[in-house]
């Protein structure tokens, strides 16, 4: 992975140009999705950190929650290798469960916003965490069902957060290969077929606000519900993020470079990010 | 003691766990506390064709799917979290030999929730409009499955939903962190669905860390979210949730979550594993000598450690449990 170079706006504290890797652009961009005092559900990895860092940087009233039923705690030591590992259950401040955690709280309709990851998205949002499917044998898609060729990890909350937080950020690497017209296998519910399809459903959430990657933003376009690009980052640009996408993105007239991670912001993300995860190689 | 249930692990498998039923583990998350030794156990006895129901994956339906042991599964979720995908599933389920059918992670709460209450269906508001509803491994030539989480229409309002069928699983096999010789028991950390999945499975066994004076549930009644009297057996097995985490008594050992995926990746792996973890002990003693004393020492030294203080007063020596075990004639007559 390339480490990016930007020029800090606010020099008053240190000289040179910040170094941050594109997994910490996105994690920063991510997590300034999420606002103060909002009931927050994070999944495993990357959206924990990048939840934690909002907690830790411009959020400090958040009220985070794992799908676990882990309440109130913050984690120690590094990335949690999961959402009720004991990096996080050292200092909450209830226990509960997924009844509790997926029903009573996100079902419900009550949690502001969640972060989930996704390893194929397309273009209404719709995430695949499932399997891939090798097209070229006609498998998977309709009618008789077959193994996929890659099992990957199934929903997990994700479609339970997918259909009921009133907004979710989906965090995912660009790469072709993710960003396809249409994804293998829906685990979780973007805006379908786009336009008004989830009001056929009746969930409680609204859908995806952002697709938050290493090389941009992208937001719903109010009517159609397609995901076109809002913004790009210092070290990308909009020929990039439009060659690293398998459908033919549109742009918003209002795209933007945004700013640059600030040494703040730097600075708390490697507070949660301890062990570096966000600044390996990959 | 009015109803001694202690057992040994390998007797509660022997006598609970046959051939063909459906399996259900009682656990956190994959990196959270799951009663493993037992499926250890069953890979030891040899059991076949379960139909596996779990919550989300973790390293023991990993390895009972390597294993073989199992030829259907239902979850939430099917990867490792921060440990990455299940090798041992994944292989089976790619080569076709395990059908896994696919639900979120709040269905399957519902799921056991209904089973619980004896309800026909539990109505889904989330799972509707994405594969999860329209493509099932269990009926493959359906498509769009019409069987697995039918439309219905909610009669107030007209709207169109879900339906989740119940599960009411034949056996569960429930971690928890303390337990009673009667079967009253205390989890610390995620309850997941364990107090849904009790109510639900036909039998109940449990697996403990510890177990202690039945004292210690009534200084301490309203966490005890599992009682005796829907308690079949418990059985007293130390890091039985090793190489995963169990919070308040040990962290998850890392090296061997890596490894044990690792080898799980294949089949010759997974029989050098069967052969190495699972054929080379027989006793507890020989268990934890198979994970060593320096690493019981360091997954000990847990910065969750603290919440099992309240509750130390009560653990009953090893002496104490094997002689509870040696008395409990009851269900040795009964077996």
């Known amino acids: ?282 | 003691m009015s109803s001694n249930k202690l057992l040994t692990l390998a007797e509660a498998a022997q006598r609970y766990a046959g051939d063909g039923i459906q399996y259900a583990s009682g656990a956190g998350l994959p990196v959270g506390a799951d009663a493993i030794a037992f499926g250890r156990e069953l890979v030891r006895q040899g059991r076949r064709n379960l139909h596996a129901l779990f919550h989300c994956n973790t390293q023991q339906l990993n390895l009972l799917a390597a294993a073989g042991t199992v030829d259907k599964a239902e979850v939430g979720f099917s990867g490792l979290e921060g440990f990455g995908f299940a090798n041992g599933l994944r292989r089976v389920v790619e080569e076709g030999k395990l059908a896994l059918e696919d639900y979120s992670n709040l269905a399957m709460a519902l799921r056991f929730l209904g089973g619980a209450l004896n309800w026909p269906f539990v109505p889904a508001t989330t799972c509707i409009g994405s594969d999860i509803q329209h493509r099932s491994a269990f009926a493959p030539e359906q498509y769009p499955a019409i069987g697995k989480i039918p439309e219905i229409s909610d009669p107030f309002s007209g709207r169109t939903l879900g339906a989740y069928s119940p599960l009411k699983p034949d056996l569960a096999v429930i971690h928890v962190t303390l337990a009673d010789p009667e079967g009253n028991a205390i989890m610390i950390g995620s309850e997941w669905s364990r107090f849904e999945l009790s109510r639900a499975a036909k039998r109940v066994v449990l697996v403990a860390d510890h177990i202690v004076d039945t004292d210690c549930m009534r200084q301490y009644p309203n966490l005890v979210r599992i009682p005796g009297l829907i308690v079949d057996a418990v059985v007293w097995w130390p890091f039985s949730a090793w190489p995963a985490a169990s919070p308040g008594v040990h962290d998850v050992d890392e090296a061997h979550m890596k490894l044990m995926n690792e080898w799980l990746a294949t089949e010759e792996g997974t029989f050098r594993y069967i052969d190495r973890y699972i054929f080379s002990y027989q006793t507890v003693d020989a268990y934890l000598n198979l994970i060593g004393q320096d690493v019981i020492s360091r997954l000990e030294d847990s910065p969750t450690r603290f919440l099992l203080d309240p509750y130390r007063q009560w653990i009953l020596d090893r002496a104490k449990v094997e002689q509870l075990q040696a008395e409990n004639h009851i269900l040795k007559r009964a077996a």
């Not at chain 1, 998977?140 to 990890?153: A, F, H, I, Q, S």
């Open chain 1, 1 to 282: 992975m390339s480490t990016a170079t930007a020029t800090r706006a606010d020099t008053t504290e240190r000289k040179g140009p910040l170094r941050y890797s594109r997994q910490e652009m996105m994690a920063i961009a991510a997590g300034r999705e999420i606002k103060d005092g909002e009931l927050a559900i994070f999944g495993v990895g990357l959206s924990l950190l990048a939840g934690f860092f909002a907690q830790e940087h411009h959020a400090p009233n958040v009220r985070s929650m794992t799908e676990g039923g882990i309440y109130g705690a913050t984690p120690i030591g590094g990335l949690p290798w999961g959402i009720e590992c004991n990096r996080l259950s050292a200092n909450a401040t209830s226990f509960t469960g997924g009844l509790d955690a997926l029903g009573f709280l996100v079902a419900s309709g009550r949690v502001d916003v969640g972060l989930i990851g996704a390893a194929q998205v397309d273009k209404f949002g719709n995430v695949n965490t499932t399997g891939i499917w090798d097209r070229s044998k006609g498998n998977g898609l309709g009618e008789t069902y077959t193994p996929p060729k890659t099992r990957l990890t199934g929903a997990g909350g994700a479609n339970d957060i997918a259909c009921g937080a009133k907004r979710t950020v989906i965090m995912v690497t660009h790469e072709p290969k993710r960003f396809v017209d249409e994804v293998d296998y829906i685990s979780s519910p973007g805006y379908l077929e786009g336009g008004d399809a989830r009001e056929r459903y009746g969930f409680v959430g609204g859908g995806p606000a952002a697709i938050v990657t290493t090389l941009g933003i992208l937001r719903p376009h109010p009517e159609t519900k397609e995901f076109w690009l809002d913004a790009y980052y210092p070290f990308s640009s909009v020929d990039e993020v439009r060659a690293n996408t398998g459908w033919d993105l549109k742009v918003f007239r209002h795209a933007r470079m945004i700013a640059p991670p600030t040494v703040a912001e730097v600075e708390a993300l490697r507070r949660v990010d301890v062990t570096g995860m966000l600044r390996r190689e990959k």
